[in-house]
């Protein structure tokens, strides 16, 4: 049984870095909604409280009760979480003069398990408007900053150790959070360290064959690293009762469909390729809405996915390359999320499909999932693929789908990508690709004027794709895409480069 760490999320920004934080040492940990209640089993070792964008002041925030989960395990409060033990047990949480966001110091009172081998005045990073300014009465305060009281404490009255720090050890800006966050899960609750790619893989097939036993799985795959691995796996433990569909909806990058197919022979999948592009091109024809462009795509692929799993009997489960990170942005602190975009991978299928879901990637993130890939001894030719959105090139396209334009996109992307690979800038940037915009300009070739389309160049660095920075392209490389590019497709005679970061933009223009 794998031991983890529940992390209770109140709705902060940063609630997925405390889980990478904890993943990165080797231990497993689900983030769950705060409002729902938790199952505290033998296999948890300890809770962790987020921040949130909510006062605990405020009548409508989130207060679950913290003595009934600290009655099982160790408990950790961040911010918002550290603020809700406090009032809980009798505290004083009121607005901070000012509201303190950046970065502070610790001054330390007493050190504790959790603040073992942390230097003095180490700096972490704050971002809050309320403060815990008296402690309830029997608590320890740990540590103070220049401009608040309490920085961290220790709780009293609990069966387990409880602590609330007001600072966000899980941003890079605490320089010493990744320890913090390490004594409270080693050394505090007591966790092994165990969830390595060798053991996650193990398990992995373990389970797949118990849950599957002498049934057949049927996959979409899409020839990126999650339905590659999560094939693997399935093959792994079932072996030719897998069947896998590769669909080219016409959207896929330049050569991909034949270049992936050929990938997938060598890994010994039993795999169909279905040509369906004619089928898309015509129910995209004339639709520019984005979503409508999403749920064209997402009904269609289903359609013609459901007509090829027909054709095969007795097929009782349906697999899937889920990845945590469509989990965790399909669900909500307060019910309902905005809808930032649709999730292929979260429902949709199941509910047409009537079939049970194999998903074994599905609390992994993006870098996990390529360790398990490497332990899988997996090519770098799936590996090493940038992400790829679901709908492909067609919300790369702004506006309405033609085949032209998919050409046009495909030659652009086709030189852009070949360069970043040339270049060794591949490797080093998390996603890449040419967004084709509905602006046409004027240009001058020789002596001829031009009216063409313009292409924006889009790369951004990122860990999982939850956040993420554009890329700082050498000049020298922006200006050898942008005059390759027009001077070898013909109708893009203009090239700009996105230098917008998520938040607030998104990595996919659509």
Sequence with gaps: MTEKILILDFGSQYTQLIARGVRELNIYCEIVPCLKPVAITPDVKGIILSGSPFSVNEPNAPKPDISVLAQSVPVLGVCYGAQLIAQQNGG?????????????????????????????????????????????????????????????????????????????????????????????????????????????????????????????????????????????????????????????????????????????????????????????????????????????IGKLFIDIFQEEATLLSDVQFLGQGTIYPDVIE?????????????????????????????????????????????????????????????????????????????????EADAIYTQLLRDTGEYDRVWQAGAILLPVQSVGVMGDERTYEFTVALRAVTSVDGMTADWAHLPYEFLAKASNDIINHVRGINRVVYDISSKPPATIEWE
């Design 330 to 410: 399909s669900v909500s602190v307060n019910g309902p999320s905005v809808t930032i975009k649709s999730h292929h991978n979260v429902g949709g299928l199941p509910d047409v499909m009537k079939m049970e879901l194999v998903e074994p990637l599905r609390f992994l993130f993006k870098d996990e999932v390529r360790r398990a890939g490497k332990e899988l001894q997996l090519d770098d030719i799936f590996l090493k693929r940038h992400p790829f959105p679901g709908p492909g090139l067609a919300i790369r396209i702004l506006g309405a789908i033609t085949p032209e334009k998919v050409t046009l996109l495909q």
């Design 92 to 296: 004083v949480v009121a607005k901070s003069n000012s509201r303190e966001y950046g970065r502070a110091h610790l001054h330390f009172t007493a050190k504790e398990t959790l603040f073992d081998t942390v230097t003095e005045e180490t700096q972490v990073w704050m971002s809050h408007s309320d403060s815990v300014m008296e402690l309830p009465e029997g608590f320890q305060l740990l540590a103070t900053t220049q401009s608040i009281p309490v920085a961290a404490y220790k709780a009293s009255g609990y069966p387990n150790p409880v602590y609330g720090i007001q600072f966000h050890p899980e941003v890079t800006h605490s320089t010493e959070g990744r320890q913090i966050i390490k004594n409270f899960v080693v050394d505090v609750c007591g966790c092994d360290q165990s969830f390595t790619p060798a053991a996650f893989v193990e398990e992995s097939v373990a389970a797949i064959k118990a849950k599957v036993g002498n049934g057949k799985v049927v996959m979409a795959l899409s020839g990126g690293v999650d339905s590659t691995v999560a094939a693997t796996l399935i093959h792994k433990a079932i072996g030719d009762r897998l069947f896998c569909i590769f669909v080219d909806n016409g959207l896929l990058r330049k050569n991909e469909f034949e270049q992936v197919m050929e990938g997938y022979k060598h890994l010994g999948l039993n795999v169909k390729g279905v040509d369906a592009k004619e089928r898309f091109y015509g129910e995209l024809a004339g639709v520019s809405d984005p979503e409508g462009k999403r749920k064209i």
